[in-house]
């Protein structure tokens, strides 16, 4: 069973930066698709960016300011946030997708999920 935790949440600065990990267990994420969500208090859940099989994607709140990388060794995807404005406050889910077909920025695709980590951006 593919388990998933995110770390590097925080307080930060308008206009700093914060790099979050999403590590995996129980399974390598070579045949995942790994997609980044958030959600702010009294929101629906977004979509922030994906990665898989060759495709990456980002929403374009974030669009040239973050940045997702994965690394299959360390079986951990990175979402690299820079430029971070009050707006980006919220808890960032990481969630994983079995397939070999690029990846969405859906929610409903995702079968394994994180329990999220905070992300506070505030002066």
């Known amino acids: 069973q593919l388990q998933l935790v995110e770390s590097g949440g925080g307080l930060v600065q308008p206009g700093g930066s914060l790099r979050l990990s999403c590590t995996a267990s129980?399974?390598?994420?070579?045949?995942?698709?790994i997609g980044w969500f958030r959600q702010a208090p009294g929101k629906e859940r977004e979509g922030v960016s994906c990665i898989g099989d060759g495709t990456i994607k980002y929403a374009a709140f974030v669009k040239g300011r973050f940045t997702i990388s994965r690394d299959n060794i360390k079986n951990t995807v990175y979402l690299q946030m820079n430029s971070l404005n009050p707006e980006d406050t919220a808890v960032y889910y990481c969630?994983?997708?079995?397939?070999?077909?690029?990846?969405?920025?859906?929610?409903?695709?995702?079968?394994?999920w994180g329990q999220g980590t905070g992300v506070t951006v505030s002066s």
């Open positions: 129980g399974s390598t994420l070579d045949h995942y698709a």
């Open positions: 969630a994983a997708d079995f397939t070999q077909d690029g990846c969405s920025e859906y929610v409903s695709p995702y079968d394994y």
